[in-house]
């Protein structure tokens, strides 16, 4: 039998005993020790694990590159291939590729984890076309996920390598399309001096596609080989077949008829992965030609089943330019939907048999393919025979599927005639790479072309377990001329026969329902269109009115582009003084290499162990019994770990480590399963049996807390002025309540550590993905009852955290831990984003309550708030969350009387923590929301309430703190003038008279996030700086390197202080060990206070060597060093910063909480598809008061990338919970962050010129929280255009619209006929799929 050959990187790879099971990301990352490419999410969704595969097609003689997702790639389908990774590409020890040169220098990486993956979509797409078009590169990164850089620096970095520079070549009049702004006005002025650039491209190397690796001539050789032979290889429990010929495969198939026919495997793969399906036998068929045929016949085209989508697309996008255009309706509508099907790895690998025969309910093909009358041939070693792909055959009927012996060839997709229209249609929750909420296939034909149905075709996918054909409706329309009556009645025929039920799996009901007569509404008017395209005379062409209804939002040619304003240096500072520059982040390089060292890319100790979670199932119950004899007894597992193991210290601080007799949600902590390795760790965790039995009560919504008073602590309130009497002086009182969902962290590298027991002492070193180190010492000390200088705790970088990684990880960590010094083995955990999401938590869902007293004139006299969090099954940081949302809750606002009183909500959820921002996104938002109101109530805009009420000067905050708050006023008038607001709110009027069904609409928002930390104590650091004597400086500090670039910043302060270049000076982590004692990194402070400490290091050295400098000044640092030694000086010094002056006193609600304020604003201007409910943001502006930025493409980078999550949080981000409280949203499938297809067509960002801040380091202010704040900005602009949707169609103006408001929430809120005339449920008559927390 053939061994299994490929190349990985050059080198050869020859398996004779590979598991079937194997995947390529872990053969990669354990078995080739290649850890550059990283694990995101295991399931094609994230982008992290791409490699570019390369094959020889002999019958072609030309090679095919293609990007692919290594998580579901099977090693055993690699025969043959050349496998690139990151390391492939390029590295700093040989010779960087340009891609990865540029991404650094573009500053198009923060933490990093994405970037190798970013890389190699890159690379893929110029090995196959060196100078790309725009919209290549858009659909090329469309399949990759960042969480930290809102994408517009990758692009960047992408768009040096384009043709053009992404001009559409139509110069109206005389100007280039990319001079030009939003609604042909002007671009926003620069104002001053021209900021210097952030990154030089004249600098890049050029790009020179003579030196990429070559293809292996070996497998050129193989691949011309003939005949091949066939493989099989067997694993423990799967065995996998490659038949190469189509005989061995219908053989194969008629010997394992119930075996799959893997060909991309990312619909089997993720079966097996997420779904428990197990296939004991799979077959492969293996580069057999007859599975890869084109054929033009006279009826239509045959496309082989072995296709990929990317390649269909291809051989589509050919065709539809020489075949006239009648006869492409559907390959149109085809290329259509292959455009937005996920990304464009999954396209590559994903065949177009694999896709027709998932049969996914939310198949984007297989409702457009039944339509169009295609027809499959399939073929047994009985025979071929042709069966009809419709609507039986997607319901799976016996009758009309494939024998199980049979294997699909090719199918024939029928050229559309004269007089014949198809279309198709989708609406997903984000615009590209996320499955349909609803999509469908529609044909008209009609005969002679006299308007009469002669045949009509309307099928839905995703409205049911299979797509579904609205048969009757159509069989009783045909005979019907196609008019608005005709419309009517089948809008009224499909509502008929196609029903959601208001269980249905996945939700969005009364959405997915107005989606099934929106979309027919959109093919009337297509067919309309068509229709009067072929025949003016008979048939008129579209009035006005429905023009704007009939496309989808087009897809912008300048997407992500932008201008950046910022502060230049002072001329007079020295030229090798970084501090101010746009310094690269210090591990740019790196990340774009795969060189940079992650937690989970340590390679493996001798011995080490996996440990995988047992969580539990129920939200609230007993546990009965627990059963791990199986489990035990299973090969490889070495230990299971439960509450009683940990007896006396299962718990720390306010939390509990593992589950004792009962559960308090879905996915708490039950108990942990050591195994040798994580498979058998896994599979382990399959047979732990628990006995559970509910508990009363299940309280998960905030609703449900309050009623039965489940509350953490007492309430807390802050209050100011005489409310109740302003509230009788007032013209006008309101009272309305808001609620805001919770959102995931999703940091691209899930949670992961390592324990490793020291062989003396009992000694502990611990090295995890966490924000707080010290932390993990201590509850790890204290599981282990050890004292704390026997635990030492490391950190080099963290994949992304966003304060997702500090209790919840300190917990794992401590049974990780405990589990490693029982055994006396290293212990590996790292958790499976599906994992992660479900156990780790998030941030709360608020819910706002208000009541407000106001003038006509719009100024806010009283105001009293109650606030709620849904704080989750345990403290975590809940209450001190709840306490900063309140502290910052009246955002840019002087209320003169106010009432604020919070609550943390105890209910039956995971455990809510901190999350960027820690409670003011939700806490502003909910101020925002009530000024929104009494706008509309006054007859004013919004932007009039929030000037007239906004902070003037200096003034006392509701807790008593005086603030200078000209910076906001600054921000607030340089954002309007920026946006040219006025301009844009006319031009945006006057779209929107023109439009009845597109609409636009423009939001402004102001800033103001105070900083601190809430305690003195909180806030100090410490740095360590020492000097060596060739004069290199090794400087470390107590903050973690997450994606902020601190330590970058922290380098620029050593430079600075010591004279020297940063090159002088190297960090090389974060530790326990040489730092102790060190607060975690978080709220924004991180480089603010640990910089305190390094510059005071840094100044104690000087001081130290002072006489010897002065003695020699033309010396250089190392006859310094040298000096300081032989003079017996020391040449370490330890750097303190006791911390910002804080306090509050909850009692008297009086307090100085707060250092410094960080002032902005921004402009959001969003186009909404009426019909759909899809939006597109269209430019947004954002001004801030940055003090003196120590580093302009750091600080641009938090304040864009936070912009960018908080966008996400406020019209994406959806996590669903069943009414059981199970987390349905676990992976990106399901949950919608921003991905490149959402950043702003434009986005501008300026900061204020520097502004003094004497306590700050160098007058610099923290930016890595207030960002995400502006993200409402969109929000706001999207309720602006519902609102003139609403106002057109005489509704009342204001809709109730929480956030996130997703497309759901859009379409249901821009009723019109179509929403009407839906079927409602009636409320409590069924079980919802989910439930609103
Ligand atoms: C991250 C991600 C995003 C996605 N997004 C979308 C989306 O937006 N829209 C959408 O419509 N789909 C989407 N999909 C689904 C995707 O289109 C399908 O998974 C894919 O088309 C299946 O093709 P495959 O070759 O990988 O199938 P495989 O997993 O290899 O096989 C699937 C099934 O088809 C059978 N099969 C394959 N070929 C043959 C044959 N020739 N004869 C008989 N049986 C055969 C196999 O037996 C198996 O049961 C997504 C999938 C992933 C993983
Ligand atoms: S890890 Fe493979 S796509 Fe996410
Ligand atoms: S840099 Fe992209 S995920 Fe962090």
Not at 424 to 434: I, L, P, T
Not at 886 to 902: D, Q, T
Not at 1005 to 1033: I, T
Not at 1218 to 1241: A, E, F, M, N
Request: aromatic share 6%; glycine share 10%.
């Amino acid at each position: 039998m053939e061994p299994l050959h490929f190349f990985v990187n050059g080198r050869r790879v020859t398996e004779k005993n590979v598991d079937p099971e194997m995947m390529l990301l872990p053969f990669l990352r354990r078995n080739l020790r290649l850890t550059g490419t990283k694990y995101g999410c295991g399931g094609g969704g994230c982008g992290a694990c791409t490699v570019m595969i390369s094959r020889y097609d002999h019958s072609a003689r030309r090679v095919r590159h293609y990007p692919a997702s290594a998580c579901l790639t099977p090693v055993c389908s690699l025969h043959g291939a050349a496998v690139t990774t990151v390391e492939g590409v390029g590295s700093t020890r040989t010779r960087l590729h340009p891609v990865q040169e540029r991404i650094a220098k573009s500053h198009g990486t923060q933490c990093g984890f994405c970037t190798p993956g970013m890389v190699m979509s890159l690379y893929t797409l110029l090995r196959n076309y060196p100078q790309p078009s725009e919209e290549q590169l858009l659909a090329a990164l469309a399949g990759n996920l960042c969480r930290c850089t809102g994408y517009r620096p990758i692009l960047d970095a992408g768009r040096t390598f384009c043709k053009t520079s992404g001009c559409c070549q139509s110069k109206e009049n005389e100007v280039c399309c990319l001079d030009q702004g939003v609604n042909r006005l002007p671009e926003p002025k620069e104002g001053g001096q021209m900021s210097p650039k952030l990154f030089s491209e004249e600098e890049f190397l050029p790009l020179d596609p003579t030196q990429e690796l070559i293809f292996p001539p070996e497998l050129m050789i193989l691949a011309e080989k003939q005949p091949r032979t066939p493989r099989v290889f067997t694993g423990d429990r799967m065995t996998w077949i490659s038949p190469v010929t189509l005989e061995g495969l219908l053989e194969a198939k008629s010997k394992f008829p119930h075996a799959p026919l893997v060909m991309g495997n990312t619909s089997v793969g993720p079966e097996m992965k997420f779904k428990g399906v197990f296939h004991p036998v799979i077959i492969s068929p293996d580069g057999i030609e007859e599975l890869s045929v084109i054929k033009h016949a006279c009826n239509g085209l045959t496309l082989g089943a072995g296709l990929s989508l990317a390649q269909m697309q291809d051989v589509l996008a050919d065709v539809v330019q020489w075949l006239p255009e009648e006869k492409t309706q559907t390959f149109h509508a085809l290329l259509k939907q292959l455009r937005t099907l996920a990304g464009s790895q999954i396209r590559n690998m994903a065949s177009l048999g694999g896709h027709i025969l998932s049969r996914h309910p939310d198949s984007d093909l297989n409702p457009l393919l039944a339509a169009g009358s295609c027809t499959l041939c399939v073929l047994s070693k009985e025979g071929e025979r042709q069966i009809p792909l419709d609507e039986h055959f997607l319901s799976r009927s016996p009758s009309a599927d494939l024998k199980p012996q049979e294997v699909l060839l090719s199918m024939t997709v029928p050229y559309s005639r004269k007089w014949e229209f198809v279309s198709a249609f989708r609406q997903a929750q984000r615009r590209e790479n996320a499955q349909a909420i609803v999509n469908a296939g529609m044909r008209v034909f009609f005969g002679e072309g006299d308007g009469v149905i002669t045949e009509l075709s309307i099928l839905y996918g995703n409205v049911g377990p299979a797509a579904i054909c609205a048969r009757d409706a159509c069989r009783k329309l045909v005979g019907r001329s196609w008019s608005e009556e005709t419309l009517d009645e089948a809008c009224r025929l499909v509502l008929g026969e196609v029903t959601i039920p208001g269980s249905a799996p996945g939700g969005r009901v009364e959405f997915r329902r107005t989606l099934l007569v929106s979309f027919l509404f959109r093919f009337y008017l297509q067919v309309s269109q068509g229709l009067s395209h072929m025949d003016p005379g008979r048939y008129p062409s579209l009035v006005g009115k429905y023009e704007s209804a009939l496309e989808d939002l087009h897809p912008e040619h300048r997407h992500g582009r932008g201008t950046f304003r910022y502060q230049n240096t002072d001329p007079k500072q020295l030229p090798q003084d970084p501090i101010g520059r746009p310094v690269m982040h210090l591990s740019g390089v790196k990340h774009a290499t795969g060189e940079a060292v992650y937690c989970d890319d340590m390679p493996a100790v001798d011995q080490e162990l996996f440990l995988t979670f047992v969580t539990s199932s129920r939200a609230h119950a007993a546990i009965v019994s627990m059963d791990l004899s199986e489990a035990l007894s299973l090969p490889g597992v070495v230990d299971i770990v439960t509450s009683k193991h940990l007896g006396d210290v299962n718990s720390f601080s306010t939390e509990t480590l593992l589950a004792t007799d009962k559960v308090l949600c879905v996915g708490h902590l039950v108990c942990a399963i050591i195994a040798d390795s994580e498979v058998q760790a896994k599979q382990a965790a399959e047979k732990v049996r628990i006995v559970y039995k509910d508990l009363e009560p299940l309280i998960l919504t905030v609703e449900e807390a309050v009623q039965h008073k489940s509350f953490f602590e007492g309430e807390r309130k802050l209050e100011c002025g005489d409310v109740e009497e302003a509230f009788k002086t007032v013209d006008q009182v309101l009272e309305g309540e808001v609620h805001m969902g919770g959102q995931e962290h999703f940091y691209m590298e899930t949670q992961s550590m390592l324990a490793i027991p020291k062989a003396e002492d009992q000694e502990m070193d611990i090295y995890v993905s966490t924000q707080f180190p010290k932390y993990i010492q201590d509850i790890v000390a204290s599981t282990l009852k050890l004292p704390a200088n026997k635990v030492m705790c490391h950190v080099r970088r963290v994949g992304g955290a966003f304060g997702g990684k500090v209790i919840k990880t300190s917990i794992m960590a401590a049974i990780t831990a405990f589990a490693a010094h029982k055994h006396g083995r290293a212990v590996r955990c790292v958790l499976e984003r599906g994992e992660d999401m479900l156990i780790t938590g998030g941030r709360h869902p608020y819910l706002g309550k208000y009541k407000v007293g106001f003038m006509n004139d719009g100024r806010i006299v009283a105001l009293d708030m109650e606030h709620y969090n849904n704080g989750g099954n345990s403290l975590d940081e809940s209450l001190f969350v709840l306490e900063m949302g309140l502290l910052k809750m009246e955002n840019a606002y002087k209320f003169p009387h106010l009432r604020c009183r919070g609550r943390a909500c105890r209910t039956n959820l995971p455990s809510n923590t901190a999350l960027r921002g820690f409670g003011f996104p939700q806490a502003g938002f909910v101020t925002e929301s009530c000024i929104e109101e009494v706008a509309a109530k006054c007859g004013l805009s919004p932007e009039e309430v929030r000037e007239v009420n906004m902070y003037k000067g200096t003034k006392q905050t509701p807790y008593g703190q005086e603030i200078n708050t000209e910076g906001l006023a600054q921000c607030w008038r340089e954002c309007k003038a920026q946006a040219s607001f006025s301009l844009r709110r006319a031009a945006v009027e006057r779209f929107n008279a023109g439009s009845a069904w597109k609409k636009r609409g423009l939001a402004m928002v102001p800033l103001k996030f105070p900083v601190g930390v809430g305690s003195v104590a909180m806030g100090q650091a410490s740095a360590l700086v020492h000097v060596y004597l060739d004069g290199s400086v090794l400087v470390t500090h107590g903050g973690i390197e997450m994606g902020q670039g601190v330590h970058t910043k922290m380098i620029q302060v050593v430079s600075r202080e010591l004279k020297m270049p940063m090159a002088n000076v190297h960090l090389r982590g974060t530790s326990t060990e040489t730092v102790p004692n060190a607060n975690a990194s978080g709220g924004s402070v991180v480089a603010d206070l640990n910089g305190l400490a390094v510059k005071d290091a840094c100044q104690t050295l000087l001081k130290r060597l002072e006489p010897i400098i002065s003695k020699n000044p033309q010396g250089a640092w190392k006859d310094w060093a040298q000096a300081a030694f032989d003079g017996s000086i020391s040449l370490s010094a330890i750097g303190y910063f006791r911390g910002y002056e804080s306090n509050i006193d909850w009692e008297k609600g009086q307090g100085h909480p707060f250092e410094y304020c960080v002032y902005g604003a921004a402009c959001s201007e969003v186009e909404i598809d009426c019909l759909t409910g899809n939006h597109k943001n269209i430019r947004t502006d954002i001004v801030m008061d940055v003090g003196h930025s120590i580093n302009p493409a750091l600080d641009r980078g938090q304040v864009e990338g936070a912009f960018i999550q908080g966008m996400g949080l406020y019209t994406s981000e959806e996590l669903k919970y069943s009414p059981r409280g199970s987390l349905h949203t676990r992976g990106p499938d399901q949950y919608k962050i921003p991905g490149v297809c959402d950043i702003p067509t434009e986005l501008h960002i300026s900061f204020l010129p520097p502004s003094e801040n004497s306590n700050t380091l160098y007058s610099s202010k923290g930016l890595g929280e207030s960002g995400i704040f502006l993200g409402c900005s969109v929000l706001f602009a999207i309720r602006d255009a519902v609102r003139a949707s609403r106002q057109e169609r005489c509704l009342p103006g204001t809709v109730a619209l929480s956030s996130p408001l997703t497309p759901e929430k859009i379409r249901m809120a821009c009723e019109d006929r179509f929403t009407k005339m839906i079927p409602r449920d009636i409320p409590g008559s069924c079980v919802p799929w989910d439930v609103l927390v």
